[in-house]
């Protein structure tokens, strides 16, 4: 009984270790691709760095915080989801700006480079894939677009809704939508840039889509450093760099770098 008790006290010992030498990410799906780069070039200089992202619609990711999800880090689509948990106390300030992102027309199927938002009338495009508008920023932006362009009514009922907008794009990839709008930074990345084009839509149709991170309580408890060092990485021209190959406009660089306070 002794040795099976002090087995499971070194069990309970390691896998504590491992939990606090984790960074635990939430990060809004339309960073799947550029995220990915920017952890494997952190991880290039932190060898023993380990990092675990869970990827969805940024409304349900600040929920989930909300309600006590052990994430370190919250990287939203939409700067107002940090700043909730900021006022709510499920994180601390600063919340800091990452960039700005874009929506773009996107096809499988057809050549959208020269589309525009008037041309969803078409009768070859029976489904029109968005994110959620409610609870995905870039759903949202989405929908402020095709209101504005008076679009909406037109297009409302061939509208497929994706989860996320990742989700939203596979519906196009996969031809279950012949068109949709998603994020720029999706369109750019190697798995659709072989497969179809992309049409900017008109940043005057909708408003600014501010993407920003925040540190949560939970990561200042339990991993400050670990989640310092990462964010202080997320400034430094490496990752800049990846994240303006992935189309983001980047806020510009301050005298100082942030941290947790």
């Not at 930074?185 to 008109?202: C, D, E, H, N, R």
Request: positive net charge; charged residues 15%.
């Amino acid at each position: 009984m002794k040795l099976i008790a002090v087995t499971f006290l070194c069990l309970c010992s390691i896998l504590a270790k491992q939990s606090c030498c984790q960074i635990t990410i939430a990060a809004a799906s339309d960073l799947t691709y550029a995220l990915s780069e920017v952890i494997a070039s952190y991880k290039s200089e932190h060898h023993d760095a380990a990092v675990a992202v869970t990827y969805g619609s940024s409304g349900k990711l600040c929920t989930q915080i909300t309600q006590g999800a052990p994430f370190d880090l919250f990287m939203s689509a939409d700067i107002s989801y940090p700043k909730q948990l900021v006022a709510s106390g499920m994180a601390i300030e600063p919340v800091t700006q990452y960039g700005l992102g874009r929506i773009v027309l996107w096809s499988a199927t057809l050549d959208a480079t020269h589309m525009s938002l008037n041309d969803l009338r078409s009768d070859k495009i029976k489904h029109i894939a968005i994110a959620d508008p409610a609870h995905a920023p870039y759903g949202l932006r989405a929908q402020e677009a095709l209101k504005k362009s008076g679009m909406w009514d037109a297009v409302q009922p061939r509208l497929v809704f994706g989860e996320n907008i990742a989700q939203a794009a596979q519906f196009v990839y996969s031809g279950n939508a012949e068109a949709g709008i998603i994020a720029l930074s999706v369109a750019l990345s190697p798995q659709l840039i072989k497969k179809g084009g992309y049409a900017m839509i008109p940043d005057s149709l909708h408003q600014p889509l501010l993407q920003a991170f925040v540190i949560t309580a939970y990561g200042k408890k339990n991993n400050y450093t670990l989640v310092n060092n990462f964010v202080l990485f997320l400034a430094t021209p490496k990752a800049r760099n990846i994240m303006e190959r992935y189309g983001f406009s980047l806020p510009k660089q301050t005298s100082t770098s942030p941290s947790i306070k």
